[in-house]
Nanobody, 116 residues
């Protein structure tokens, strides 16, 4: 499975960005898709995840501001980020664990920078 992320950039505090992640290859092997973010020198942390059945999970720090969604027909997951804060500045990674093995699939990181 290959994950192609896009949509990062520079935005002012209070603004919005939408990240996209398209999965290709053996997409039948994945169910859950999500986004992690990583601050410099820190471990990656879960931002949000969504199952094929649209069950969602969010980090407390983004609840009410970020919305994760997916288009199963396009094998694409989205992260709508509103009311962005400088502390949301990080590299965001698309993620999908395999249903049938211990493999985890990661997209390339996309940098989100929120200026104050």
């Amino acid at each position: 499975v290959q994950l192609q992320a896009s949509g990062g950039g520079l935005v002012q505090a209070g603004g919005s960005l939408r990240l996209s992640c398209a999965a290709s290859g053996s997409t039948f092997t994945i169910d859950l898709m999500g986004w992690y973010r990583q601050y410099p020198g820190k471990q990656r942390e879960l931002v949000a995840s969504i199952s094929r059945a649209a069950s969602t999970n969010y980090a407390e720090s983004v609840k009410g501001r970020f919305t994760i969604s997916r288009d199963n027909a396009k094998n694409t997951v989205y992260l709508q980020m509103n009311s962005l804060k400088p502390e949301d500045t990080a590299t965001y990674y698309c993620y999908a664990p395999s249903r049938y093995s211990l493999d985890d699939y990661w997209g390339q990181g996309t940098l989100v920078t929120v200026s104050s």
